[in-house]
């Protein structure tokens, strides 16, 4: 065969970005240790399917603007695709590659039945009416119809999207389906219409039964820890929360609005009810104000950073104090960060596994929604427990044989089980 030199190097940039390259350092160096097959290899360092769309609103003053929407299926081998949709200014294709593929080494390293995908539109939600984000999600929806279905990609929510988008995704993919409702082709919706109980609170709770494991392993407790959140959305508060009601000492988390420091512990529930009331931390007057990159560097316990990637790096991977690394992100600490963090003995449960919490509970929703018998909540955290402690240990286990750091063990177990399906499955036509 010729060598294929000649190729258009622009054909690939959307797989240029640094969620996704950092990504591929990680899985070329975990299919490594295990001697993975070079066309697997080949075969899960692109994703199948990028999807483009426009997405037209019709704006409270009466004009039209164009959105850019997104949805990239990133490999179906072991199940339908999944994975959230994420509304944000900072979205496009590039980044949506990077989550799309996160969310196939998740599901595969958490064992259930999913392959991975991730959607986004590029657009600053806060700025949007309630009616022109319903606008927005509607026509969204409409777009990417032809791709998505409870048998073959299943959406669910992620950065600046919630219950409520998913139930507008829900019901505009119902009506374009003959008005019959489709409870299973979103997850993370409202539990009056086929939401699983638990599914709100399930990336925290999961935050936070990986972050206990992890003490546990080192001979420590949750109760008295002083611990460090990076965001208070949907992962940060919940994880707060738990964490708080296990005698942690939440010492300083943040939001959009800035980091709140109170080195005797925050007030999680007040906090809680504060956002709700205001929208964000602005103007919460009870803890000392700091800077993101002061949280970051915060002595403490376990650092959890529960906002966006690329938070970590290796300008200040350096300046790290905490003891432990629990991801609530996607992609928090790049590549590079977590062998210096590794180097230092900073323990790191990555974002595979530490936010696994929230598909595993979809996965739950979805096979709920097709049998349309719905479980109780303390089931439902009880089942999640199993599955993430399961797919912890089984990882941790991995890292010891072959003293590696866990990202890399994370990486490594997933490919195994996606190189053997695939190989099982072969390659069509051949
Ligand atoms: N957006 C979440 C994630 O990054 C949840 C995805 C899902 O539930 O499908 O894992």
Same mark, same amino acid.
């Given at each position: 065969m010729p060598a294929q030199d000649n190729l258009n190097p622009h054909a690939n940039a959307h797989l240029q970005g640094p969620l996704f390259q950092n990504a591929l350092t990680t899985i070329n160096e975990a299919a490594k240790l295990i001697n993975c097959d070079p066309n697997i290899l080949e075969r899960l360092q692109q994703p199948r399917r990028c999807v483009t769309v426009s997405v037209p609103v019709r704006m409270d003053d009466g004009s039209v603007k164009c959105f850019t929407g997104y949805r990239v299926q990133y490999n179906s081998t072991l199940g339908p695709y999944k994975g959230g949709i994420r509304y944000h200014q900072n979205v496009d294709l590039a980044e949506v590659v990077g989550l799309a593929a996160l969310m196939t080494f998740k599901n595969s390293v958490l064992g259930i039945p999913l392959g991975g995908a991730k959607g986004g539109i590029? %657009?600053? $939600? &806060? /700025?949007?009416?309630r009616t022109e984000k319903q606008n927005l999600t509607r026509r969204y929806t409409s777009e990417i119809a032809p791709f998505v279905g409870p048998t073959k990609d299943i959406p669910a929510p992620d950065v600046g999207t919630d219950p409520q988008t998913m139930a507008w995704f829900m019901d505009t993919y119902s009506q374009e389906q =003959?008005? +019959? @409702?489709? $409870?299973?082709? %979103? &997850?993370?919706? $409202?539990?009056?219409?086929g939401g699983s109980l638990g599914r709100n609170h399930a990336t925290g709770l999961g935050v936070i039964y990986t972050c206990e494991r992890a003490m546990e392993l080192k001979g /420590?407790?949750?109760?008295g820890a002083k611990i460090v959140i990076q965001g208070f959305g949907n992962v940060g508060s919940f994880a707060a929360k738990f964490a708080a009601e296990r005698?942690?000492?939440?010492i300083a988390v943040s939001d959009v609005s800035g980091g709140y420091f109170n080195g005797d512990g925050l007030n999680v529930p007040e906090m809680m009810a504060y956002v709700k009331e205001? /929208?964000? #931390? /602005?103007? +919460?007057?009870k803890a000392q104000p700091i800077s993101n990159a002061e949280l970051l560097e915060l002595e403490c316990d376990a650092l959890l950073p529960? @906002? #966006?990637? =690329?938070?970590?790096d290796v300008h200040n991977a350096e300046k790290i104090k905490a003891k432990m690394i629990v991801e609530? @992100?996607?992609?928090? %600490?790049s590549a590079a960060a977590t062998k210096i963090l590794d180097k230092r003995g900073v323990y790191i449960v990555p974002d595979v596994i530490a936010n696994g919490g929230g598909v595993i509970v979809s996965y739950f929703e979805w096979v709920q929604d097709i049998m349309s018998f719905f479980w109780d909540e303390h089931d439902v955290d009880a089942k999640l427990k199993g599955v993430i402690l399961k797919a912890f240990d089984n990882v941790h286990k991995f890292k010891e044989e072959k003293n590696v750091d866990m990202r890399s063990a994370a990486l490594a177990v997933s490919i195994q089980r996606l190189e053997k399906a695939m190989l099982l499955r072969g390659l069509y036509p051949r």
């Open positions: 590029c %657009v600053d $939600p &806060t /700025k949007l009416s =003959g008005g +019959y @409702a489709q $409870p299973g082709v %979103v &997850t993370g919706k $409202p539990v009056e219409i /420590k407790s949750m109760q005698g942690s000492r939440i205001n /929208k964000s #931390l /602005k103007g +919460y007057t529960c @906002a #966006l990637e =690329g938070q970590i609530g @992100a996607n992609g928090p %600490v």
